[in-house]
Nanobody, 122 residues
Framework: QVQPVESGGGLVQAGGSLRLSCAASGRAFRSFTVGWFRQAPGKEREFVSAISWSGGRTYYADSVKGRFTISRDNAKNTVYLQMNTLKPEDTAVYYC???????????????WGQGTQVTVSS
């Protein structure tokens, strides 16, 4: 059983930075693709970033490319999302998800965390 748990959210001013963490128990997490998604009030959930099990492949939404960096430390069973130059439009609940597929679509991610709130003030 893999249960992702997000942490690191909070309130930050525009232009600031936050680092989100997604930790999970179970060695299987190390072999899973992990993605970050976000959902703002009144909006649909959207893909933010993903990383392959080895960390060798990363994917980003155009809206965060160049500002966010995804990485993982498999020894710690943790995936990180470094968010720089934050904008008010980045305000959302951020979710971590994991799946055994190499390149899962958003709907194919099987394991989901509870989310962490990120609020960016202008």
């Amino acid at each position: 059983q893999v249960q992702p748990v997000e942490s690191g959210g909070g309130l930050v001013q525009a232009g600031g930075s936050l680092r989100l963490s997604c930790a999970a128990s179970g060695r299987a997490f190390r072999s899973f693709t992990v993605g970050w998604f976000r959902q703002a009030p009144g909006k649909e959930r959207e893909f933010v970033s993903a990383i392959s099990w080895s960390g060798g492949r990363t994917y980003y939404a155009d809206s965060v490319k160049g500002r966010f960096t995804i990485s993982r430390d498999n020894a710690k069973n943790t995936v990180y999302l470094q968010m720089n130059t934050l904008k008010p439009e980045d305000t959302a609940v951020y979710y971590c998800a994991a799946d055994a597929k190499l390149v899962p679509t958003a709907d194919e991610y099987f394991y989901w965390g509870q989310g962490t709130q990120v609020t960016v003030s202008s």
